[in-house]
Structure formats: C-alpha cells, structure tokens
C-alpha cells in the first residue's frame, strides 16, 4: 500500500531544558532524549534507539535532524511507555521553546514486516 494512501500522525518537538520533548495530538508530552549546547554548536541523542547527530548551529536544525531521524512506530512506543509530562510542561513554556511539527506515516513499507 502507498504511503500516499495512510493517514498522517502530527507530532510537536521541542527542546526544553536541555531536553527533546514530543507531543501527539492528545496534548501528552514525553521525554525523548537530550540535547546539549557545546561550543559553537548543538548535539542531540534519542533514548531508546541509540539516534544523535552533532555539530549543528542552531536549535532549528537540531530539530530538523531529528524529524528525519524518528518512525512512527519509534514515537508511538515512547508515548506507550513514558509518563506523560504535559503537567511539567506548561502551554507558556513550550510556546517560548524551539518547536517543529512533523508529521509521520502511520505505517510505512518498511515498518510493515515488523508488525506481521
């Protein structure tokens, strides 16, 4: 099946006290991994599946790194298995956070023999 034909799932990221935090459309925010200011530039690392990129110039890019870097069914586990944050989180304080939406395939080709 075409991806063309699979509904989208809309995610928030943001980085937060040195944290990557994502959102899903129920408002539940989870913890999912670090970054850090070192020098001239940024570096990141997701838990759970051993993603980090580094030497970027700006929050911007770290966030668009990662986006390219994250599956759904990755981002859907995290939101089964860690707490929610969005009590931590206020709407004021992410809303001053560098932030980027994506939005992910509930299922892509490949990720379908994993589920079988």
Do not use: C
């Amino acid at each position: 099946m075409s991806e063309n034909n699979r509904d989208l799932m809309p995610y928030n990221l943001y980085l937060l006290d040195n944290h990557i935090l994502a959102q899903n459309i129920d408002g539940h925010i989870v913890d999912i991994g670090t970054f850090e200011k070192e020098g001239a530039g940024f570096h990141w690392e997701v838990d759970g599946n051993a993603t980090k990129g580094e030497f970027y110039e700006s929050a911007e890019a770290v966030l668009e790194d990662i986006s390219r870097q994250l599956s759904f069914l990755f981002l859907d586990g995290q939101f089964t298995s860690l707490p929610d944050l969005s009590e931590k989180y206020s709407s004021e304080r992410l809303a001053s956070a560098p932030r980027r939406e994506i939005k992910l395939h509930e299922l892509r080709d490949d990720d379908e023999a994993t589920v079988r």
